[in-house]
């Protein structure tokens, strides 16, 4: 399909009009069942209709700058495209191509701002756009949400600003949320039968975008502040005491980050919705040297490796113990985290650590290594440390601890991205906002944290079936997100505890396996210890096998919070399904119509008869399927399944 753009029509308007007159606008989806409603006068609002119910009733949204003209909100011109093309991302999250196909309304006003609406068959977004040529900054804007007040909400509730966002998601009836809630993005929403979810993209030089209630069933858009004054109060953060009366500081035209409203009739259509990465800003540039792969990690179990003839810890023969465990099973690269340097000197290594021989090493083996920073260090040594990182041979970085997303934070994400693409790095964000589009726009940025992940599980037991059911509709939604799955030692409720040197995963085996196919991370982890994985050969014939980025993906059974199953083909034309439940044991169908005609080998590690009583068990078997069979997926509690199908 080639790209093309139809000329629907414009409206051009010459006469100055009265500023109370009303001009009334409606966008349709290209399949027509999605109505935005937008009426422009002395305020702008809009409404969302789905098959013809109202889903999102009439809010106002707003925009106002320091060189707005006084005239408000006079149209100038009004002109209505549609577009229909396909793209073909760089790095495979969820497919190797998607279509992008939506009908758009550019609206100038006098006032020397534009806004713009696209409507999608599963969702809708706006944006602004300033036409200015001076500096300025941005005072205020508004953006309201009417949901149905009685539905309901998985709300990632927030204490402040200033957060890692990595929340759990609180099941509140819509208007029980006041402005005493706060809460990050993305955020998920039933209202009249349907699923919304509410996100942003393309976020550059501007603030990030938060929700608080108003109690009756309307979300408001906040945005912390441009800081005014900040304290850095230890190696790795950095707080704001103080923070302007204005959003942003902007120099000459802009445009700022879409809000997107998903909207699904099924939960199991959330899984392939993929408005935040065609929204994004497209990529400029070769990405072609970017390589999506598995990762060994380190910190989630402080190296506290055993049955080795040497002393485990931060030095050169535990990493070379990583790097040899991950050349024998295809792993692309290892993370050397907190740890390796001095967090306020990330060219002071630390004692036993000489990371250029373990570069070394590494590519002897065909395996590259990764290294953690703290942002703020980083910072400081931006250009230093990538440069002398790119001479030892380190693929990527992870970058810790920003934990806000005001402009002046923004701005340093897209800074380290645009570095590390100069020096060929990959990057991963953790203690960070939700992805904006990153993938699209820095294809080298190919993961992020921002989600409330499995390195809890050292501490608390908070990361259990039915958050980690939840998320895949809510965090995922947004992007890719490093959740960090594959711990070894697995748990039901009475037998989970707290061993940060030797963590516990509540759920089962066959649940932690599932992620590497539900979860999406084209950097994706393994958590545990080479020590454990070395005792589970079974286990790590399905991790060998299992890639980190997709073909083509089909949700098979989905709903939020209680169950999730997905099948998706890797680039070789294998497919895997992921099965997952929160704490009810599940029979869930198995239809294998996804598959192409022809004779499929089937390999399949499910819950053992025992995972109910003991997480660990997990059953191994292999049969022969097309694409006319129907099976049964027989999960425990907290239990999961994987499939590996290969053509015969």
């Not at 997990?618 to 997926?633: H, N, P, Q, Y």
Request: charged residues 20%; neutral net charge.
């Amino acid at each position: 399909m080639n790209a093309k753009s139809l000329w629907l029509g414009s409206l051009l308007l010459g006469m100055i009009l009265p500023c109370f007159a009303q001009k009334k606008y409606s966008l349709s989806s290209p399949d027509k069942t999605i109505q935005v409603s937008i009426s422009i006068g002395d305020s702008i609002t809009y409404a969302v209709s789905l098959d013809g119910k109202a889903l999102l009733t009439a809010a106002p949204i707003a925009f106002q700058t320091s060189a707005d003209k006084n005239a408000q909100w006079k149209v100038s011109k009004a002109l209505t495209t549609a577009k229909d093309e396909l793209l073909k991302p760089v790095v495979q999250q969820k497919t190797a191509e998607l279509r992008d196909q939506y009908n758009q309304l550019h609206v100038d006003f006098a006032n020397g701002l534009s806004l713009e609406w696209r409507a999608y068959d599963n969702g809708i977004a706006w944006h602004w756009i300033t036409n200015h040529q001076t500096a300025y900054t941005v005072l205020k804007e508004q953006a309201l949400f009417g949901l149905e007040a009685h539905g309901r909400a998985w709300y990632p509730q927030e204490d402040g600003f200033f957060s890692h966002n990595e929340r759990q998601y609180r099941n509140y009836r819509i208007d029980s949320i006041d402005d005493k809630k706060l809460a990050s993005l993305p955020a998920l929403f039933e209202s009249q039968g349907a699923k919304l979810l509410i996100t942003e993209s393309s976020l550059f030089n501007y603030a990030g975008m938060w929700l608080r209630g108003k109690g009756n069933g309307q979300l408001q858009a906040v945005f912390p502040h441009y800081p005014k004054e900040k304290k850095v109060t230890s190696d790795r953060d950095e707080r704001v005491n103080s923070r302007e009366d204005f959003i942003a500081r902007v120099s000459g035209p802009q445009a700022f980050p879409w809000r997107i409203v998903m909207i699904a009739r099924t939960d199991a259509a959330i899984l392939t919705n993929q408005l935040p990465y065609q929204l994004g800003r497209p990529a400029t540039g070769d990405y072609s040297w970017v390589k999506p792969g598995k990762v060994q990690w380190d910190w989630w179990h402080y190296n506290n490796i055993y049955g080795v003839d040497f002393r485990a810890g931060i030095n050169n023969d535990t990493y070379k113990y990583y790097i040899d465990f991950a050349a024998k099973y295809g792993i692309e690269y290892v993370l050397l985290d907190e740890g390796w340097c001095d967090t306020r000197d990330l060219m002071k290594q630390a004692p036993g650590i000489n990371v250029e021989e373990l570069a070394r090493y590494a590519r002897e083996k065909k395996v590259d290594l990764l290294l953690w920073t703290s942002w703020l260090v980083l910072d400081k040594q931006l250009d230093t440390a990538l440069k002398v990182f790119a001479q030892w041979g380190i693929k990527g970085i992870k970058v810790d601890f920003m934990q806000r997303d005001d402009q002046d934070m923004v701005n340093y994400y897209e800074k380290v991205s645009k570095a590390a693409a100069a020096h060929h790095m990959l990057v991963d964000f953790h203690g960070a906002y939700k992805p904006t589009g990153w993938l699209r726009t820095y294809p080298n940025v190919m993961t992020s944290e921002g989600v409330l992940g499995n390195e809890i599980s050292k501490f608390a037991g908070s990361i259990d079936p039915e958050h980690t059911t939840t998320i895949p509709f809510t965090r995922m939604a947004a992007g890719p997100m490093d959740f960090t799955p594959g711990g070894m030692l697995n748990a039901q409720k009475n037998a989970w505890a707290a061993v940060p040197g030797e963590p516990l995963t509540l759920g089962t085996r066959c649940n932690q396996l599932a992620m590497y196919v539900i979860y999406e991370s084209p950097l994706q982890m393994l958590c545990d210890m080479p020590t454990h994985y070395y005792r589970e050969p079974e286990a790590m014939e399905f991790l060998r096998a299992v890639p980190s980025v997709w073909t083509n993906t089909v949700p098979l059974q989905a709903k939020v919070g209680d169950y999730v199953a997905i099948a998706r083909q890797a680039a070789n034309g294998d497919w895997f399904v992921g099965a997952m439940t929160d704490w009810t044991p599940r029979d869930l169908a198995l239809d294998l119509s996804f598959l192409p005609e022809g004779k499929w080998r089937m390999q399949v590690w499910k819950d053992g008869p025992n995972a109910d009583r003991n997480a660990k068990d997990c059953a191994v078997e292999t049969t022969t399927v097309d694409r006319t069979s129907k099976l049964i997926m027989k999960l425990a509690k907290g239990g999961g399944y994987v499939a590996r199908i290969v053509r015969l």
